[in-house]
């Protein structure tokens, strides 16, 4: 689950008024920030996810008062924290104390000095990296089962063919085209259409700065424009309609979108692009595991660094904090600008495991999974050496009891692993509790966690909020690797149940939600298994007297 925008399930192809179709382009791609019921500091909102319900009316994990009440007296033990992303600045001030090392490796000597296969694994590994350069972007899994597919059967006159396995595969390539053309044409005319508006909001910001000579327009300055000026009064009126409808601070971000629809017909969604000869690997051998790079920084770290900061940022009293004061990051680069590969999944799952890792974070996933055999080979594997997987149930607001999100904890031979979590996202906002954009499931999604404007690290020593259950699995990895801290007799299994039993139910909140064109009331504890929002302070108190 890199870095995404949502596709709106309502937006109209034509908008009368530019306010309404701005506000749409924010539910869009998911920067409609939800309004809390409480007047928050600048400090509260950087850090509402660590606070407590009952103290301070926020629905965070309680994380603060945790460490103030339980744990102040206690004394931690580290705990390795793979992070599987994008890759992360191991060197940014709030992550280069807490990112775990190999002590078997010697740095940049161009050995393999602990066997392991990997060649100077100092902090972690890339397995989207090779002699070749690092990828960056890559497919849709979708456009590279389709790419099969078209390779196959572009050619092909269906009256050629007879059996009726070959009928089934046509007849999906015939299904799978539709779809891509379909994709294709929507993100043309949405990329064209958001770089218009981006460019409207964008250059009326920069005309209104260079008029005023200011770095940051306020309210008070769209006062002051002098009549008689055509374009200043145009400008001003549309910069007016932004901080009218609380969008003046993600003006920039509708150019950016525009961009990011732009990459996506290029790469993820391009049958002519594949960028898999960087790696090196032998791709179709979903069995070799010795490959790839240490780049492990990125390039395109952003979404890594975050996650990375989510989990265990340093509580230095400067930037962000993490949840847990005694994560020790291991890096694991597999996630594109695209969807991630079956295979790079299961080898991280394994290095992870391998390297001494306790608990795995994913914040990914993708609608299909063609080597998904692979992964759960490597899930059985992690989840019999005792680790616990924590994955972002997704961002799409689907029910994932009905449509497929992978991976996932259900095996295909049968069985579900009993370290795995899913989970979803919440926000500050105790009368929507759920995101609006996250996905749900009372039976495949575990719990819910903040996943909201979470604020943290970014690359280039910077920090910046962003939103999605990616943000809420690494909160939830965080509240795991506290318990495993300070508890260090817990199991992976005990930590899960503990967490479940632990979160604090909303069950009689629900929300109206717009779906298929008509309103529908949701319940908030039909959203997932426990109806929960999970919390560190009760998980605490429970971990205090816990029986196996």
Same mark, same amino acid.
Not at 129 to 150: M, S
Not at 279 to 302: F, S
Not at 449 to 456: E, H, M
């Given at each position: 689950?890199?870095?995404?925008?949502?596709?709106?399930?309502?937006?109209?192809?034509?908008?009368?008024?530019?306010?309404?179709?701005?506000?749409?382009?924010?539910?869009?791609?998911?920067?409609?920030?939800?309004?809390?019921?409480?007047?928050?500091?600048?400090?509260?909102?950087?850090?509402?996810?660590?606070?407590?319900?009952?103290?301070? +009316?926020?629905?965070?994990?309680?994380?603060?008062?945790?460490?103030?009440?339980?744990?102040?007296?206690?004394?931690?033990?580290?705990?390795?924290?793979?992070?599987?992303?994008?890759?992360?600045?191991?060197?940014?001030?709030?992550?280069?104390?807490?990112?775990?090392?190999?002590?078997?490796?010697?740095?940049?000597?161009?050995?393999?000095?602990?066997?392991? $296969?990997?060649?100077?694994?100092?902090?972690?590994?890339?397995?989207?990296?090779?002699?070749?350069?690092?990828?960056?972007?890559?497919?849709?899994?979708?456009?590279?089962?389709? /790419?099969?597919?078209?390779?196959?059967?572009?050619?092909?006159?269906?009256?050629?063919?007879?059996?009726?396995?070959?009928?089934? @595969?046509?007849?999906?390539?015939?299904?799978?085209?539709?779809?891509?053309? #379909?994709?294709?044409?929507?993100?043309?005319?949405?990329?064209?259409?958001?770089?218009?508006? $981006?460019?409207?909001?964008?250059?009326?910001?920069?005309?209104?700065?260079?008029?005023?000579?200011? @770095?940051?327009?306020?309210?008070?300055?769209?006062?002051?424009?002098?009549?008689?000026?055509?374009?200043?009064?145009?400008?001003?009126?549309?910069?007016?309609?932004?901080?009218?409808?609380?969008?003046?601070?993600?003006?920039?971000?509708?150019?950016?979108?525009?961009?990011?629809?732009?990459?996506?017909?290029?790469?993820?969604?391009?049958?002519?692009?594949?960028?898999?000869?960087?790696?090196?690997?032998?791709?179709?051998?979903?069995?070799?595991?010795?490959?790839?790079?240490?780049?492990?920084?990125?390039?395109?770290?952003?979404?890594?660094?975050?996650?990375? +900061? !989510?989990?265990?940022?340093?509580?230095?009293?400067?930037?962000?904090?993490?949840? !847990?004061?005694?994560? /020790?990051?291991?890096?694991?680069?597999?996630?594109?600008?695209?969807?991630?590969?079956? &295979?790079?999944?299961?080898?991280?799952?394994?290095?992870?495991?391998?390297?001494?890792?306790?608990?795995?974070?994913?914040?990914?996933?993708?609608?299909?999974?063609?080597?998904?055999?692979?992964?759960?080979?490597?899930?059985?594997?992690?989840? #019999?050496?005792?680790?616990?997987?924590?994955?972002?149930?997704?961002?799409?607001? &689907?029910?994932?009891?009905?449509?497929?999100?992978?991976?996932?904890?259900?095996?295909?031979?049968?069985?579900?692993?009993?370290?795995?979590?899913?989970?979803?996202?919440?926000?500050?906002?105790?009368?929507?509790?759920?995101?609006?954009?996250?996905?749900?499931?009372?039976?495949?999604?575990?719990?819910?966690?903040?996943?909201?404007?979470?604020?943290?690290?970014?690359?280039?020593?910077?920090?910046?909020?962003?939103?999605?259950?990616?943000?809420?699995?690494?909160?939830?990895?965080?509240?795991?690797?506290?318990?495993?801290?300070?508890?260090?007799?817990?199991?992976?299994?005990?930590?899960?149940?503990?967490?479940?039993?632990?979160?604090?139910?909303?069950? &009689?909140?629900?929300?109206?939600?717009?779906?298929?064109?008509?309103?529908?009331?949701?319940?908030?504890?039909?959203?997932? /298994?426990?109806?929960?929002?999970?919390?560190?302070?009760?998980? !605490?108190?429970?971990?205090?007297?816990?029986?196996?």
């Amino acid at each position: 689950m890199a870095p995404n925008f949502r596709t709106s399930r309502h937006i109209q192809s034509k908008m009368k008024k530019i306010t309404v179709f701005v506000a749409a382009v924010f539910v869009a791609f998911g920067l409609s920030a939800q309004v809390t019921t409480q007047a928050l500091s600048e400090q509260e909102k950087n850090l509402w996810h660590l606070r407590d319900m009952e103290k301070d +009316g926020i629905p965070g994990v309680s994380a603060i008062r945790a460490y103030e009440e339980i744990l102040n007296n206690k004394q931690g033990k580290p705990v390795v924290v793979a992070i599987i992303d994008s890759g992360t600045e191991t060197f940014h001030e709030d992550l280069q104390d807490v990112i775990w090392t190999n002590e078997d490796e010697i740095p940049n000597n161009g050995k393999d000095d602990d066997n392991n $296969g990997y060649v100077d694994d100092v902090h972690g590994w890339s397995f989207i990296g090779g002699k070749g350069g690092d990828v960056e972007a890559d497919n849709l899994e979708f456009t590279r089962i389709y /790419r099969d597919l078209h390779r196959k059967y572009a050619s092909v006159t269906p009256a050629n063919i007879t059996s009726k396995e070959g009928k089934a @595969e046509y007849k999906r390539y015939e299904e799978m085209k539709a779809q891509m053309e #379909s994709r294709v044409s929507e993100a043309s005319t949405n990329a064209l259409q958001y770089a218009m508006i $981006g460019m409207m909001y964008t250059n009326a910001d920069k005309m209104l700065k260079r008029f005023f000579k200011a @770095e940051t327009l306020t309210v008070d300055m769209l006062a002051n424009i002098p009549a008689g000026v055509d374009s200043l009064q145009e400008s001003a009126g549309l910069m007016a309609n932004a901080f009218e409808n609380g969008f003046y601070d993600q003006i920039y971000a509708i150019a950016d979108y525009a961009k990011s629809l732009k990459n996506q017909l290029e790469t993820q969604l391009n049958i002519d692009f594949d960028p898999r000869n960087l790696v090196g690997d032998d791709y179709q051998n979903v069995n070799e595991r010795l490959y790839g790079n240490n780049h492990i920084d990125g390039p395109a770290a952003d979404h890594g660094t975050h996650v990375g +900061g !989510c989990v265990g940022a340093t509580w230095n009293g400067k930037g962000a904090a993490g949840v !847990c004061n005694n994560a /020790r990051l291991m890096i694991i680069r597999c996630v594109p600008d695209g969807d991630e590969r079956d &295979k790079d999944v299961a080898n991280s799952i394994r290095y992870a495991v391998d390297n001494g890792a306790r608990i795995i974070n994913m914040s990914f996933g993708k609608s299909f999974s063609p080597q998904k055999s692979a992964v759960d080979e490597a899930i059985r594997y992690a989840e #019999s050496k005792g680790v616990l997987m924590i994955h972002a149930a997704g961002n799409d607001f &689907k029910n994932t009891d009905k449509e497929a999100n992978f991976p996932t904890d259900r095996y295909d031979a049968g069985g579900v692993c009993s370290t795995w979590m899913e989970i979803g996202a919440s926000s500050s906002n105790v009368e929507m509790l759920s995101a609006d954009f996250s996905n749900y499931g009372k039976k495949n999604v575990d719990v819910f966690s903040p996943g909201v404007d979470i604020y943290n690290s970014v690359p280039g020593q910077k920090y910046e909020a962003m939103s999605g259950t990616s943000m809420a699995s690494p909160v939830a990895a965080g509240v795991a690797a506290t318990l495993m801290s300070y508890y260090p007799n817990l199991t992976a299994a005990d930590v899960k149940k503990i967490m479940m039993e632990s979160a604090i139910p909303y069950k &009689k909140h629900s929300f109206m939600v717009e779906m298929d064109g008509k309103m529908k009331k949701m319940k908030f504890k039909d959203m997932s /298994r426990t109806g929960a929002i999970i919390n560190l302070y009760k998980a !605490c108190q429970m971990a205090e007297s816990f029986k196996k």
